[in-house]
């Protein structure tokens, strides 16, 4: 990689400067509007004027913006600046008041945090009837008393005692037990006895009872036997009674008065009605017929104002398209007069455009524009 010396730089800033100046002067030249036309350098003055004062005006007020965000961040640089100080002499003034009169010593709860604690505290417990020892605070237990020697041997005589007295009343206990087990057995014997004697007096009665169940359960069904006898007698009876009621009765025979329903003669009884008589079909059919005929009727009429409906539209077609082809006729001929008149004019700037340029190559540009300024004044 090359490094770009002082002298290059120059070279290609000069060659740059002349490559822009070139293609000003070629946009100056070949402008077309320029050169037909001509400018007008008096009001580009002015305009150049107007847009450096405008320039100049709004410098002038950024540079006043300016002054005035630096003023602005002084004073915000000072009020900072007091403010901390304040801050710090506050915070200052609290320590020396915490240290001359919030000392740890004076607090109400400084017992809890004291570090000396456990030097200034009394011991745990300092005999028996320590009136400190609550049970909450849980220092003393049974078994951890002062005089733990001489109760543990009045503890020993009274397990001695204590054994021997429970050895008596096992003895008795014993006795008690032996004299219970033989008062047990002999209860027990006699109520063997008794159990064998009620045995066989169940044994009898069950005997007893079973002779009458079968003596009832005889005489039961020979009653059964009887009751379907003659159930099956009424059965058949009322059977019988049943087929000669249907057979002589209305629903069979399709007797027409059973069906009249008692609400009048335009109603009947659904379950009983056996149908129409035929009258009543005859009646059926000749409303049919008139139905029938009035809806051939109705459907010529309607045929009838379809046909006109149609009539009536073909004719709006057509005249909505006789109206169409004479606009079309109109529009064709004012296309052909706009056509005629585009080549009128067509021609027209053709000539000048060779008269224009046959003024160009004739004059030089120079000339060309001096007396096309001329014709302008």
């Known amino acids: 990689m090359e490094v770009a ?24 030249i070949f402008n077309a509007r320029n050169r037909i036309i001509g400018g007008d350098t008096e ?18 007020r950024q540079e006043t913006f300016a002054a005035e965000m630096r003023q602005n961040d002084k004073i915000a640089c000072i009020s900072e600046d007091r403010e901390r100080r304040d801050r710090k002499n506050l915070c200052k003034a609290i320590n020396d008041f915490q ?47 002062l005089n733990f020697y001489q109760r543990k041997k009045f503890q020993e005589e009274q397990n001695r005692e204590w054994s021997l007295q429970q050895q008596r009343e096992w003895k008795i206990a014993r006795a008690n037990q032996k004299c219970t087990e033989d008062l047990y057995l002999k209860t027990r ?24 169940v079968k003596e009832f359960n005889k005489n ?62 005859e009646h059926i059919r000749l409303v049919q017929k008139q139905q029938v ?17 149609d009539r009536q539209r073909v004719q709006q077609a057509r005249a909505a398209l006789l109206f169409e ?12 007069a706009l056509d005629c008149n585009n080549l009128s004019l067509a021609k027209e700037q053709l000539l000048q455009k060779k008269y224009m340029k046959e003024i160009c190559t004739n004059h030089p540009t120079e000339d060309y524009f001096a007396q096309f300024n001329t014709r302008s004044r």
Request: proline share 3%; net charge neutral.
């Open 220 to 281: 039961q069904a020979l009653e059964s036997v009887e009751k379907k006898i003659q159930e099956k007698k009424q059965d058949q009876e009322d059977n019988l009674a049943e087929i000669s009621n249907l057979l002589c009765g209305d629903l069979l025979s399709e007797n027409p008065q059973q069906a009249a329903s008692s609400f009048g003669s335009h109603h009947v009884v659904p379950d009983r009605w056996k149908g129409m008589s035929r009258e009543q079909l």
């Open 43 to 60: 009001a580009w003055d002015v305009q150049v004027c107007d847009q450096k004062i405008k320039e100049a005006t709004e410098k002038a």
């Open 293 to 309: 005929q009035e809806k051939l009727r109705l459907q010529e009429e309607e045929r009838q104002r379809d046909m006109d409906w």
């Open 99 to 145: 240290q001359s009169f919030q000392k740890p010593e004076t607090r109400r709860e400084f017992d809890l945090s004291d570090p000396l604690a456990l030097k200034k505290d009394l011991p745990a417990r300092q005999s028996d009837n320590d009136a400190r020892n609550t049970i909450s605070g849980m220092q003393k237990f049974m078994g951890e008393d």
């Open 5 to 28: 010396q002082p002298k290059d730089l120059e070279e290609d800033f000069g060659l740059a400067k002349r490559r822009y100046a070139e293609l000003r002067r070629q946009k100056r």
């Open 189 to 212: 014997l006699q109520f063997d006895e008794t159990a064998k004697h009620l045995q066989n007096l169940e044994s009898t009665t069950r005997k007893a009872v079973c002779a009458a």
């Open 325 to 336: 082809r004479q606009q079309q006729r109109q529009h064709h001929d004012l296309r052909r």
